[in-house]
């Protein structure tokens, strides 16, 4: 079978061939028609993960045919018993396991769900690790409610703009961050109330206007501009952290935090039980998981190209055509 | 009657008499026999707080009688209907309203609550807003089980000891840091399991070495050294922040915090339920507040000064006698 292969930090990865992975007890081999890229996968390429073992096909995020039933794949492995936190063996799907970049892919019969009947292939891959980061970030760690009003800071990201999404479905007054007007006018579009370019000195003002007080926050940023998010909060706000692009957060205020009764919750994925809760709720609202690009496993480079960028609004997905294998 | 009465910023409360109060409606007129001092004072004393109205009546924490009952004084007013979180009304006691270091106090009957029969007027005062604060973070934000390991920075106040004692009660093994060797053996005495001096280089190797991984954490330093807290956490931690004497939060890691699933929960006082809640536990576990000085309501200025200092291992209370009064 082809698959997109990293065989050395400081490469790119390329097409190669394996044998075809052998279904064994317990597990399912399912035949691709779709990946979508996530940051990490970029990440691993630049070297930038812990622990990285090469040879790796890469990829998080995949649906296909499995006896010729269509799903999607639970985008990690040994989350472990506790409902709200990991395991210690937790780790995400694809390096040091084989991931979706590729046209077969074998993983436990559990990881595998059924594919929401209303998204493509295409959609379908675009939807299991923003979904269930974004999920359980709003939902289980930040408890929101309809009716409450949510900041989601850097739109455009496939978290950012699931957690948008997700957060209009369940009734929430929707706000959002960007460097790109385009972006937040795309939010706009989606249903979002309003929102605030970051590059310009003053959006946090802009944002007090728009929207007064927020009582969710879900950033990924961290940075210095982390610190003016309590003073952007009502009392008994939650501020859900799943990523920090922007490096270490300075200049926060302990004072903001208690007076405001304010909680700041980490989050990273999301247990099987929470992947099955959000597919119910994408099918439920018929969410449709936005495309940015479709490329061929063969353009993988091109893919990660423009995610690196940082120009996409929703996923960056690879179609596979499996037709070749074997 | 006689009270310790806050003139002007920039000078210290002098003994002076007001008329008693009155008990009009839904009121209680409690007479007081021990009062006890909190940094909130010392701050106001300072001119370094919000909204300082005087002259003005200082104290948070009272013990007396009411028609013969002997009561302890829920230390706020307003706090609202939401269980979880204040109202946009709630203050703490004292400071506008006449607050404790008095021989009279005028309170909304609901602040009244009767006093652990196993506690002196002296150990009751040193209770309310010490033992709300502490419970609340404990229990109600940061949700701490019996055999989880908590770590209480800047034990020998009121607040962290209180922390302590409610921590071990609740069968948690806790750990301690302090400035002091003194402190750090004297809650090891408590029951504490260890600690380590914050003026060290190394203290967070030490803690690191003696306790493994913490699954809650209580600080009301914040500061730099608050950055490494997180990496002293376990997976799924909480870190409950009530105060932040060392300033502003900086070098804060938000992979850390995601990675670890770690809640940061900002906390402040407590609902009158969790007062409730909170003498009901005192009560059961025959808790006895660590009195560390007494002082008379006349010597209220060396018990300031005292607080001011940081050596005590303790609350600082004001033994009131108000057999002259009227």
């Known amino acids: 079978m082809n698959v997109l292969?990293?065989?050395?930090?400081?490469?790119?990865?390329v097409i190669a061939t394996r044998p075809m992975p052998e279904e064994i007890a317990g597990t399912a081999v399912v035949r691709l028609h779709a990946a979508a890229l996530n940051h990490r996968d970029y990440w691993i390429v630049q070297g930038q993960y812990a622990q990285i073992r090469l040879p790796a096909i890469l990829g998080s995020d995949g649906a296909g045919e499995w006896q010729g039933q269509p799903v999607v794949i639970y985008p990690a492995l040994d989350w472990g018993n506790h409902p709200t936190m990991p395991g210690p063996a937790f780790r995400v799907l694809g390096m040091p396991e084989d991931g979706t970049f590729a046209e077969y892919i074998r993983v436990p019969r559990a990881n595998l769900f059924p594919k929401p009947e209303h998204l493509t292939w295409e959609q379908a891959a675009a939807l299991p690790l923003a979904g269930l980061t974004?999920?359980?970030?709003?939902?289980?760690?930040?408890?929101l409610q309809a009716g409450e009003r949510v900041l989601i800071t850097g739109i455009g990201g496939g978290v950012a703009l699931m957690a948008c999404q997700l957060a209009l479905a369940a009734g929430a007054q929707v706000f959002v961050t960007s460097g790109s007007e385009e972006k937040i006018r795309?939010?706009?579009?989606?249903?979002?109330?309003?929102?605030?370019?970051?590059?310009?000195?003053?959006?946090?003002?802009?944002?007090?206007?728009?929207?007064?007080?927020?009582?969710?926050?879900i950033d990924s940023a961290g940075?210095?501009?982390f610190a003016l998010l309590p003073t952007l909060c009502n009392t008994g706000a939650r501020i859900g952290i799943y990523?920090?692009?922007?490096?270490?957060?300075?200049?926060?205020?302990?004072?903001?935090?208690?007076?405001?009764?304010?909680?700041?919750?980490?989050?990273?994925?999301?247990?099987?039980?929470?992947?099955?809760?959000?597919?119910?709720?994408?099918?439920?609202?018929?969410i449709v998981p936005i495309v940015d690009a479709v490329f061929s496993l063969a353009e993988g480079n091109a893919a990660l190209e423009r995610l690196a960028a940082g120009e996409q609004f929703g996923k960056i997905v690879l179609a596979i055509d499996g037709s070749a294998a074997n």
């Open 5 to 13: 292969e990293l065989q050395q930090i400081g490469q790119l990865p």
């Open 134 to 143: 974004a999920y359980r970030v709003l939902f289980s760690r930040c408890q």
């Open 186 to 217: 795309r939010a706009v579009q989606l249903g979002a109330k309003g929102g605030a370019n970051y590059r310009t000195a003053d959006w946090h003002k802009q944002l007090r206007e728009q929207a007064g007080g927020f009582d969710v926050v």
């Open 223 to 225: 940075g210095d501009a």
């Open 243 to 286: 990523g920090g692009g922007s490096g270490k957060i300075n200049g926060l205020s302990p004072q903001v935090i208690f007076w405001k009764q304010i909680s700041i919750h980490g989050s990273s994925m999301g247990s099987p039980q929470e992947f099955e809760c959000m597919l119910h709720f994408v099918q439920q609202h018929r």
